[in-house]
């Protein structure tokens, strides 16, 4: 009997033992199950995302899908509504210059308009709604009137006045006469967001004497630009567009400046050697209403009389001879009011805004020489009466060498 006994008690152990060990797997198996589970979950949430039409891409790369699922990348030029690759404003190019042996990459342009349009570049952004860049930036600008027939003398070489500056370090030499300026522009249409493109060339020096010492200063840029042109919101590309003849008028240069008639009985082109490049160019070319008036004289005799004179001619030194063209000037008008008295210039309205343009058939340097040519200007329409005038012409005109 407690043989039978003990052997039950024993069935039982076995018993319990088995079912322990059975409740154990299964947990453990409910166990491993679940960890199964949430590793598949994780696995999907890390695995590739699919677009809407079942195409995956990654999440957090560069690469984004675009409505036709064509892949591009994240700060790349942005598409237009063709598809066409649209690029950002704000200017750019590849022009460099190199300012007293600092290398200046001009990055960024912007642009401004009244009298003429204003074209500015610097190797900082220059904002187009206003601001200036920090005092260690390089700014260079230059200016276009309309010229002939609106065109903004694009298409070939010109010259134009350059300037150039630093606000912190102060440079000997911050402009370039137009005489050895190279600039080239394409053709453009004048609207906000559109580019204004070319590219832009000189090699000056400035000579710094101190005492017996002597030291060079050089200044040079050559490359392309490339500009955008900003908003308007003041109506100075109205002014700016006024177009300017494209031809001459016939016969000898006359006109109309405020109230007094103008016509040129002698033509004179004053000839100067620039000091430290050594380099000649036409600095003016002057019209009197005076006859006999000559390279003696011409500051004497001449002055006595109503004069037209152009400067700032482009196209006019020794290295930038761009004959047969029309470039622009800047034009200036006088007439004495009374014996004895002496004549104020006046530009053709607000700042002239460079409202001329001349073409020298060729041009010669030697004194006596004689070239023959055509010159047009005019002021802009919303120019005061007295301030407005009209003169042009074809001329034949004689060389006074005065060197420096």
Same mark, same amino acid.
């Given at each position: 009997?407690?043989? %039978?006994?003990?052997?039950? &008690? !024993?069935?039982?152990?076995?018993?319990? !033992?088995?079912?322990?060990?059975?409740?154990?797997?299964?947990?453990?198996?409910?166990?491993?199950?679940? +960890?199964?589970?949430?590793?598949?979950?994780?696995?999907?949430?890390?695995?590739?995302?699919?677009?809407?039409?079942?195409?995956?891409?990654?999440?957090?790369?560069?690469?984004?899908?675009?409505?036709?699922?064509?892949?591009? +990348?994240?700060?790349?030029?942005?598409?237009?509504?063709?598809? /066409?690759?649209?690029?950002?404003?704000?200017?750019?190019?590849?022009?460099?210059?190199?300012?007293?042996?600092?290398?200046?990459?001009?990055?960024?342009?912007?642009?401004?308009?009244?009298?003429?349009?204003?074209?500015?570049?610097?190797?900082?952004?220059?904002?187009?709604?206003?601001?200036?860049?920090?005092?260690?930036?390089?700014?260079?600008?230059?200016?276009?009137? !309309?010229?002939?027939?609106?065109?903004?003398?694009?298409?070939?070489?010109?010259?134009?006045?350059?300037? *150039?500056? @630093?606000?912190?370090? /102060?440079?000997?030499?911050?402009?370039?006469?137009?005489?050895? &300026?190279?600039?080239?522009?394409?053709?453009?249409?004048?609207?906000?967001?559109?580019?204004?493109?070319?590219?832009?060339?000189?090699?000056?020096?400035?000579?710094?004497?101190?005492?017996?010492?002597?030291?060079?200063?050089?200044?040079?840029?050559?490359?392309?630009?490339?500009?955008?042109?900003?908003?308007?919101?003041?109506?100075?590309?109205?002014?700016?567009?006024?177009?300017?003849?494209?031809?001459?008028?016939?016969?000898? &240069?006359?006109?109309?400046?405020?109230?007094?008639?103008?016509?040129?009985?002698?033509?004179?082109?004053?000839?100067? +050697? %620039?000091?430290?490049?050594?380099?000649?160019?036409?600095?003016?070319?002057?019209? *009197?209403?005076?006859?006999?008036?000559?390279?003696?004289? @011409?500051?004497?005799?001449?002055?006595?009389?109503?004069?037209?004179?152009?400067?700032?001619?482009?196209? !006019?030194?020794?290295?930038?001879?761009?004959?047969?063209?029309?470039?622009?000037?800047?034009?200036?008008?006088?007439?004495?009011?009374?014996?004895?008295?002496?004549?104020?210039?006046?530009?053709?309205?607000?700042?002239?805004?460079?409202?001329?343009?001349?073409?020298?058939?060729?041009?010669?340097?030697?004194?006596?020489?004689?070239?023959?040519?055509?010159?047009?200007?005019?002021?802009?329409?919303?120019?005061?009466?007295?301030?407005?005038?009209?003169?042009?012409? @074809?001329?034949?005109? +004689?060389?006074?060498?005065?060197?420096?």
């Amino acid at each position: 009997m407690r043989t %039978d006994r003990l052997a039950l &008690v !024993a069935l039982l152990a076995f018993a319990v !033992a088995a079912g322990g060990c059975k409740k154990k797997e299964d947990a453990s198996s409910d166990e491993s199950a679940e +960890k199964d589970k949430k590793s598949a979950k994780k696995k999907d949430k890390g695995d590739d995302e699919g677009d809407d039409d079942g195409k995956k891409k990654k999440k957090g790369d560069d690469e984004a899908s675009d409505d036709d699922g064509k892949k591009k +990348k994240k700060g790349d030029d942005e598409g237009d509504d063709d598809g /066409k690759k649209k690029k950002k404003g704000g200017g750019g190019g590849s022009l460099t210059g190199n300012f007293e042996g600092q290398e200046v990459q001009f990055k960024y342009g912007r642009t401004t308009g009244f009298g003429s349009l204003r074209l500015e570049l610097s190797n900082e952004k220059l904002p187009c709604k206003g601001g200036n860049p920090s005092d260690d930036a390089y700014t260079l600008s230059f200016e276009l009137s !309309a010229g002939p027939n609106g065109k903004f003398f694009t298409g070939y070489p010109i010259g134009v006045p350059v300037t *150039y500056n @630093h606000q912190r370090i /102060k440079l000997k030499s911050t402009f370039v006469r137009p005489q050895f &300026v190279n600039l080239e522009i394409d053709p453009f249409n004048l609207k906000e967001g559109e580019h204004i493109k070319g590219s832009l060339s000189f090699d000056h020096k400035w000579t710094e004497m101190k005492g017996d010492d002597k030291k060079d200063w050089k200044y040079t840029t050559d490359g392309k630009f490339d500009i955008e042109i900003c908003d308007d919101p003041f109506g100075g590309y109205k002014r700016v567009k006024v177009p300017l003849a494209g031809e001459a008028p016939e016969g000898d &240069v006359a006109g109309k400046f405020g109230s007094d008639t103008f016509k040129a009985k002698s033509a004179l082109v004053i000839v100067l +050697k %620039d000091y430290s490049t050594k380099k000649e160019y036409i600095d003016a070319v002057e019209f *009197y209403s005076a006859d006999d008036v000559d390279c003696a004289n @011409h500051w004497t005799e001449g002055r006595k009389s109503a004069y037209f004179y152009l400067t700032d001619v482009g196209g !006019a030194g020794e290295t930038t001879k761009f004959e047969g063209t029309m470039q622009p000037a800047q034009p200036w008008f006088a007439a004495p009011k009374g014996k004895g008295t002496t004549p104020s210039l006046k530009s053709f309205g607000y700042s002239g805004g460079r409202r001329a343009w001349i073409k020298l058939n060729k041009i010669d340097f030697k004194k006596g020489a004689t070239i023959n040519g055509e010159v047009f200007a005019e002021s802009a329409p919303d120019s005061k009466p007295e301030d407005s005038g009209k003169i042009g012409g @074809h001329f034949s005109a +004689k060389v006074c060498n005065s060197g420096w």
